[in-house]
C-alpha cells in the first residue's frame, strides 16, 4: 500500500498547478475519536551509507519491518525492530536495490518487494520468521504487497513503463493474477488485502476514479464524489465499513489531496489540511506527499512528507502535532506509516539525512 518508485515517471493531469494552499473542509456526523494520547519520538539508526527507507510493518508491538535502500540506492535496505532497537538484516543476494513496500500476517510471514537492478534480481521477498527468500515475481516492476486474513500475499505490479499493471495473490507457491488489468493510460499504485473476499486497489484509472474493489468474484470500480477523478495513493482498510482512501483529485488548479472514508454504503471526501505549492517537483520522489495510517480509535494520521507536523483527523476535525526535535536542521519527509497491530501506536519512516536515519514512533 506504499507509494512506489514508479510514480518518478506518473502522469499526472494536475503537474501543472499553480501555487495553491488546500484548507481543512469538515464533514457532517459525529467525530470518530479524539486525538489520542500519546506523543511522537524519535529514534535515531547509525551505521549506514546514505539509507532511506520507503515502507514499514508493523504486525505487534515487538516486531517491525522497514525497507527501502542504502549506498546511493545501489544496495537493498532491511531494517528489523526487535527488543526495543532497530538492526539490519541481510536480503538475499541478487535482491532489487530499492525495495519499495513490506507488509505483514505475523512475526513470520513479511513480504517485501522492490525494484530496480534489471531482470535478473529478485523483485519479491518472504521473511518465514528465520532468513529472508527470494521469490520470483510476475512483471519486472512491483508497486506493492498487502497480507490478507488468511495470510496470503497480494501484490501489484507492472512492466517498467508503467504498462501491464494488474492484481497477483501468491497462491500454490506462485503469483496468480487476480483479474484486473488496466488499459494503457492507468496505473496501480495502493492495495489492502484486509481479507481473500474484501481488497482495494488503487491508482490513476484510464477513465473515473481510480480505485477498484474485489468481493472475491470480480472487480468493481468505485466511483468516488466530486467533479474530477481521483488518484488514488494510498489505502487503509480496517472494516468492510471502515476503509480510508489518500487521493489527489485531478483537477488543473491542483486543490489538494483529500481523505476520502468508505462506511459500507458511500464516500465521505475530506479535503486535508497541509499546505502545497508546486506539486511537479514533489511529484519526482518516492511517497511525494506523504502517507496515512489509523490511530487505533476511529481515527486516522496523516504525514503529507513536507511539513514539521503529523496531522490528526478524528472524522470531523483535523489537529496539528509537532514533529519530534531533532539536531539536522529541518525535518527529513516521511514516505510511509503503519500502525502497530491494532494498538494506537504507529510507525513513521522516509529518507535518511546523508548517513543518519530518523524513525518515528507514536505511542
Same mark, same amino acid.
Given at each position: 500500500?506504499?507509494?512506489?518508485? &514508479? ?21 457532517? +456526523? ?12 524519535? @529514534?535515531? #539508526? @547509525? ?45 538475499? &543476494? ?15 510471514? #513479511? ?19 528465520? &532468513? ?87 472487480? @468493481? ?122 494498538? &494506537?501506536? #504507529?510507525? +513513521? ?15
Amino acid at each position: 500500500m506504499r507509494t512506489a518508485l &514508479a510514480r518518478r515517471t506518473a502522469p499526472l493531469a494536475l503537474a501543472a498547478a499553480a501555487v495553491v494552499t488546500a484548507t481543512a473542509a469538515g464533514t457532517s +456526523g459525529t467525530a470518530l475519536a479524539d486525538a489520542p494520547p500519546g506523543a511522537w519520538t524519535s @529514534t535515531d #539508526v @547509525t551505521g549506514l551509507t546514505a539509507p532511506a527507507l520507503y515502507g514499514v510493518t508493523a504486525p505487534d508491538r515487538g516486531h517491525a519491518w522497514a525497507v527501502g535502500t542504502q549506498s546511493s540506492s545501489s544496495a537493498p535496505l532491511i531494517l528489523s525492530y526487535r527488543h526495543g532497537a532497530w538492526t539490519p538484516q541481510a536480503a538475499p &543476494a541478487g535482491t532489487a536495490p530499492e525495495l519499495v513496500d513490506v507488509a505483514s500476517g505475523g512475526p513470520s510471514n #513479511v513480504w517485501a518487494v522492490g525494484q530496480g537492478g534489471g531482470a535478473a534480481t529478485a523483485k519479491s521477498l518472504h521473511w518465514n520468521g528465520r &532468513a529472508w527468500k527470494a521469490v520470483d515475481y510476475p512483471r519486472p516492476q512491483p508497486m506493492a504487497v498487502s497480507v490478507d486474513s488468511r495470510g496470503k500475499a497480494w501484490s501489484i505490479g507492472s512492466n517498467t513503463d508503467g504498462s501491464g499493471a494488474a492484481v497477483f495473490r501468491r497462491s500454490g507457491g506462485t503469483w496468480a493474477d487476480k483479474g484486473l488489468s488496466l488499459a494503457g493510460g492507468g496505473m496501480l499504485d495502493a492495495l489492502a488485502a484486509r481479507t481473500p473476499k474484501d481488497v482495494w486497489a488503487g491508482g490513476l484509472g484510464p477513465s473515473g476514479d481510480g480505485l477498484w474493489h474485489y468481493d472475491g468474484t470480480g472487480w @468493481t470500480q468505485m466511483d468516488i464524489p466530486g467533479d474530477w477523478p481521483q488518484w488514488v495513493l494510498q489505502i487503509v482498510a480496517l472494516s468492510p465499513d471502515d476503509v480510508w482512501f489518500y487521493t489527489i483529485p485531478q483537477d488543473p488548479l491542483f486543490s489538494g489531496p483529500d481523505l476520502v472514508h468508505w462506511d459500507g454504503t458511500a464516500f465521505t471526501v475530506t479535503k486535508t489540511p497541509s499546505p502545497y505549492e508546486q506539486v511537479r517537483p514533489f511529484a519526482q520522489d518516492v511517497g511525494f506527499l506523504g502517507d496515512i495510517a489509523s490511530d487505533g480509535r476511529g481515527g486516522v494520521w496523516l504525514q503529507d512528507s513536507r511539513t514539521a507536523y503529523y496531522r490528526h483527523f478524528d472524522g470531523t476535525a483535523w489537529t496539528s502535532v509537532p514533529r519530534p526535535a531533532n539536531d539536522l536542521g529541518g525535518w527529513p519527509p516521511v514516505y510511509d506509516l503503519a500502525q502497530v497491530g491494532r494498538t &494506537a501506536s #504507529v510507525w +513513521g519512516v522516509g529518507p535518511g539525512a546523508g548517513n543518519r536515519l530518523l524513525i518515528d514512533r507514536f505511542r
